[in-house]
């Protein structure tokens, strides 16, 4: 039995599952080092940050974010994100070696000729190979059907509260909109079926967390359809304080035409709120159709508007399935059971070489 186990993660120090990964590893008795491109270093956590000027940097500082982690004398490293940091475990030669595929890396990049040949590459000389779901892990085997025997599935998990909070006194029903803003979330499908609900429910009200490259048209949209009273514009919510965000709503709506996972809907079933959302890519593994929320077809504007009012008009069943979405993700998507799976994966694959 290694003892005082060492991690290199390869990955955005930036990123809120980066440092719960890291941190909660240093939880668990493990000593980790962060090696980033951007952003700046994790508290408590050892870093090492490389500046991004473009997506070049990542071949530019390979070979020092390589001495880096060769320096720490890691047990195992880990990438998250199969290219860019990919390539830095490529590059590193280490054995065992990790990589996760996040989702655009595997379903975006890689339908780049060139970026498909070199993920292939760093995929094929990982000593294992994880995704967040199967709908990713699926997508991952159609571009390299030679990880088939080592490829897991890992999923992101969220901090569920210790009790369920029953939702808010109605009129008005509250819905909220947690995503970055880019047309891949849907922003627009739900202020069109926003508008349709309107009719029959004039006081509906619509919270938009986020900010991005989509707030203008959102923002315009908002006039065109006259929902100036019904939509509010809430910017970024801070991670520690989404759950208190979402419990002062009924429900989420999430209508995305792209998701490789789907946290947003873990975050809200595990603060006792029902989601709608579309049924693509990875959803449907982490909402139960029927009973913690509501599935729709991908930018089917008429569908979300008939969702939305069915749970709108019925406080019971918005109740019912918020519970029953808490009680899903608290069985199934704790983050203690994430890294419950991800740490015995490290301890099998670095018994394995010992």
């Not at 809200?268 to 929320?293: C, H, M, N, W």
């Amino acid at each position: 039995m290694i003892e005082n186990k060492r991690i290199v993660i390869f990955g955005w120090a930036g990123s809120v599952h980066i440092k719960r990964w890291a941190k909660g590893l240093v939880d668990r008795g493990y000593q980790v080092k962060v090696i980033s491109l951007g952003f700046s270093p994790i508290d408590d956590i050892e870093t090492v940050v490389f500046p991004r000027k473009n997506g070049w940097s990542y071949y530019r500082y390979a070979a020092q974010a390589v001495r880096e982690a060769k320096k720490f004398k890691p047990h195992l490293i880990h990438a998250h994100y199969s290219f860019g940091f990919g390539w830095w475990a490529l590059r590193a030669n280490f054995k065992p070696s990790l990589v996760s595929v996040w989702g655009s890396d595997i379903t975006g990049r890689a339908k780049n000729p060139f970026y498909r040949f070199i993920i292939k590459k760093i995929l094929k000389k990982a000593t294992y190979v994880t995704a967040t779901s199967e709908f990713l892990k699926k997508e991952t085997l159609k571009l390299a059907p030679f990880v088939i025997d080592k490829v897991k599935i890992t999923p992101f998990g969220v901090d569920v509260p210790d009790v369920f909070l029953p939702l808010p006194i109605s009129p008005p029903i509250k819905i909220c909109f947690i995503k970055n803003h880019r047309l891949i979330y849907g922003p627009d499908i739900i202020l069109k079926a926003l508008a349709k609900v309107k009719e029959h429910i004039p006081d509906i009200e619509l919270s938009i967390a986020g900010e991005g490259e989509a707030t203008p048209m959102i923002k315009k949209m908002v006039q065109e359809l006259q929902l100036e009273k019904n939509v509010k514009l809430v910017g970024f919510v801070k991670n520690d304080e989404i759950t208190s965000f979402i419990q002062q709503h009924h429900f989420m709506v999430m209508p995305s035409r792209q998701e490789s996972f789907g946290v947003a809907a873990l975050e809200a079933q595990a603060s006792g709120r029902a989601v709608i959302a579309s049924d693509v890519g990875g959803i449907p593994e982490v909402l139960v159709d029927g009973k913690t929320g509501i599935l729709f077809p991908k930018g089917d504007i008429d569908r979300l508007a008939q969702a939305i009012l069915k749970l709108a008009n019925d406080y019971d069943l918005m109740q019912k399935m918020g519970k029953a979405g808490y009680e899903f993700v608290k069985e199934n998507y704790s983050w203690e059971k994430s890294l419950d799976i991800m740490t015995q994966l490290y301890e099998n694959l670095i018994n394995e070489k010992s």
